[in-house]
């Protein structure tokens, strides 16, 4: 019998010469565990997922009901299921008057193309404007998005008509115009490795596509769901998107996404053509139903309240010469060194000693460190105390 290790390497497609190839067989709250008595604190949450912990157990009880009752019966869009009608009123709930319209799809990816088709459709324009180092995901139309050449240039041809300007530039967003469908942005850059907008520059963005009457697309796929301590993160910066995309933290471990607008804009998809946007398992019952007990966890358990004390204790203890500096919206946090080789080794050294990080996509000299909002200050304190020995045993002063 070849072990599951085996069978990873051999059958499973494969994206890098190095995964990480931890074997995990069970997790709960901020942990997870291997075959051979392994313990590891996941300090990244499967990168923005569990955001309510690993398996808690009122999601669990969500799944477990909804499995008592029906899986997928039909194609997005045609029968009254309980799970997705409640969990889009309850979005709703969560969000200004006007955003209560809800697309459901099955990952982040397919919320932006979806946003992304309906501000081309609602507007009758082209251009999409996003950002340099933007991730929004790896299908053709959200690669196109991406604010790094890197990742692109294997694949073209992608998206004509996408425009890309600097992050948190006002002198650049006279590029957008009465051409512009459509601005994407995410409110708190994940994968650049955590940069927040000013308050003014956000505010800025809004009024520019208000002016040409561009729509604004806020991803909140990483940073929403209570991860930056209020629970979207576009209600720190005092503006409202015309378009919200969601994934990841919101569906409690299960796969899910959504792209959130006004009915206005989202009826657009009824005609040329009908059925202007399609999926199979999108608001999948229950994916909602994990999703709907996440959203009810959050609003229960003040876990959002937390954040901001939490993302403070990390800020206080990870205090050493090699960390340069800490970036971070609530427990969105990346914690910057001098060099990638640096990082890694201290990453390496951390997971031997049970605590798991990472880095980011487009800032390999940033340790990612998005705990579920669930850590305790003690499990901080833990986590923080790993990362300085590990540094400690890597780098010599
Ligand atoms: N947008 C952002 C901001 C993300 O961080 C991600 C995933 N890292 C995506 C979109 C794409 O989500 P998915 O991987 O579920 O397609």
Same mark, same amino acid.
């Given at each position: 019998m070849l072990s599951a290790r085996q069978?990873?390497?051999?059958?499973?497609?494969?994206?890098?010469?190095?995964?990480?190839?931890?074997?995990?067989?069970?997790?709960?709250?901020?942990?997870?565990?291997?075959?051979?008595?392994?313990?590891? #604190?996941?300090?990244?949450?499967?990168?923005?997922?569990s955001n309510v912990?690993?398996?808690?157990?009122?999601? #669990? %009880?969500?799944?477990?009901?909804?499995?008592?009752?029906?899986?997928?019966?039909m194609v997005y869009g045609e029968l009254v299921q309980a799970p997705p009608a409640q969990l889009a009123h309850a979005l709703a709930q969560t969000l200004p008057a006007g955003l209560d319209n809800v697309y459901f799809v099955s990952s @982040?990816?397919?919320?932006?193309? @979806? !946003?992304?088709?309906?501000?081309?459709?609602?507007?009758?324009?082209?251009?999409?404007? !996003?950002?340099?180092?933007?991730?929004?995901?790896?299908?053709? @139309?959200?690669?196109?998005?991406?604010?790094?050449?890197?990742?692109?240039?294997?694949?073209?041809?992608? #998206?004509?008509d996408v425009r890309h300007i600097r992050h948190n530039h006002e002198q650049e967003l006279a590029q957008i115009t009465t051409r512009t469908a459509a601005v994407i942005l995410e409110t708190v850059q994940g994968? !650049?490795?955590?940069?927040?907008?000013?308050?003014?520059?956000?505010? %800025?963005?809004?009024?520019?596509?208000?002016?040409? @009457?561009?729509?604004?697309?806020?991803?909140?796929?990483?940073?929403?769901?209570?991860?930056?301590?209020?629970?979207?993160?576009?209600?720190?910066?005092?503006?409202?998107?015309?378009?919200?995309?969601?994934?990841?933290?919101?569906?409690?471990?299960?796969?899910?996404?959504?792209?959130?607008?006004?009915?206005?804009?989202?009826?657009?998809?009824?005609?040329?053509?009908?059925?202007?946007?399609?999926?199979?398992?999108?608001?999948?019952?229950?994916?909602?139903?994990a999703s709907l007990a996440t959203l009810q966890i959050l609003q229960e358990e003040n876990l959002i309240e937390q954040v901001a004390a939490k993302a403070a204790r990390f800020k206080e203890k990870l205090v050493h010469p090699a960390i340069k500096e800490i970036r971070n919206c609530g427990l969105m946090m990346a914690v910057e060194f001098d060099s990638f080789a640096v990082l890694k080794a201290v990453i390496d050294t951390a997971i031997l000693k049970g605590v798991l990080t990472d880095w980011f996509l487009f800032c390999d000299q940033s340790m990612r460190i998005a705990p579920p909002l669930t850590i305790t200050e003690a499990e901080i304190d833990h986590a923080c105390a790993v990362v300085l020995e590990a540094i400690e045993e890597n780098i010599r002063f």
């Open positions: 069978l990873f390497l051999q059958h499973q497609a494969q994206t890098t010469d190095f995964p990480l190839l931890l074997e995990i067989e069970r997790a709960e709250g901020v942990y997870m565990y291997g075959p051979n008595g392994e313990k590891y #604190l996941d300090m990244i949450s499967g990168i923005g997922v912990g690993h398996r808690h157990p009122k999601v #669990l %009880k969500a799944i477990t009901d909804q499995l008592d009752k029906y899986l997928h019966l @982040g990816s397919e919320a932006v193309e @979806g !946003a992304c088709k309906l501000a081309k459709r609602f507007t009758g324009r082209t251009e999409l404007v !996003a950002f340099d180092k933007a991730y929004h995901g790896s299908t053709q @139309g959200a690669l196109s998005l991406n604010g790094s050449e890197s990742f692109k240039q294997s694949f073209r041809p992608l #998206l004509p994968e !650049a490795g955590v940069r927040v907008p000013s308050k003014t520059y956000l505010q %800025k963005l809004r009024a520019r596509c208000t002016e040409v @009457g561009a729509l604004l697309v806020l991803d909140e796929i990483q940073c929403g769901f209570g991860r930056t301590g209020t629970f979207w993160a576009f209600e720190q910066f005092g503006v409202v998107p015309d378009i919200l995309t969601c994934a990841k933290g919101m569906g409690g471990g299960m796969p899910i996404g959504a792209f959130i607008s006004r009915q206005e804009i989202m009826h657009s998809f009824k005609n040329d053509p009908m059925l202007g946007h399609i999926t199979t398992f999108g608001g999948h019952p229950v994916s909602c139903a």
